[in-house]
């Protein structure tokens, strides 16, 4: 009902930078918040950041600083620049989207593929 399309891993040095892009689309009527989350090598997964429709951004307390969440209502697209990367940033990143489907006008939470995002020291 609701496909999202992640883009923008990849590989790169540490204090280097990358930028995520999270795509929505499908039945959608509107979008509520939109999040990243992250799974690190035998960690648990976690919240980097969020932004909600009414544009009210939360960060972890160890990206702040360095990545921006940003989100395009017109293309229904959530961005995460990430900024001075460091090796323990390394993990598969993961787009979360909360919609209300068009038809149904039900909540509906999307999750998108992973990408992976590895920083090299």
């Known amino acids: 009902q609701v496909q999202l399309v992640v883009s923008g891993g990849g590989l790169v040095q540490a204090g280097g930078s990358l930028r995520l892009s999270c795509a929505a689309s499908?039945?959608?009527?509107?979008?509520?918040?939109m999040r990243w989350y992250r799974q690190g090598p035998g960690k648990q997964r976690e919240l980097v950041a969020g932004?909600?429709?009414?544009?009210?951004?939360n960060y972890a307390d160890s990206v702040k600083g360095r990545f921006t969440i940003s989100r395009d209502n017109t293309k229904n697209t959530v961005y995460l620049q990430m900024n001075s990367l460091k090796p323990e940033d390394t993990a598969v990143y993961y787009c979360?989207?909360?919609?209300?489907?068009?038809?149904?006008?039900?909540?509906?939470?999307?999750w998108g593929q992973g990408t992976q995002v590895t920083v090299s020291s």
């Open positions: 979360n989207v909360n919609t209300v489907l068009a038809r149904q006008l039900a909540s509906y939470d999307a």
């Open positions: 499908g039945s959608i009527f509107s979008i509520n918040h």
């Open positions: 932004i909600t429709s009414g544009g009210t951004i």
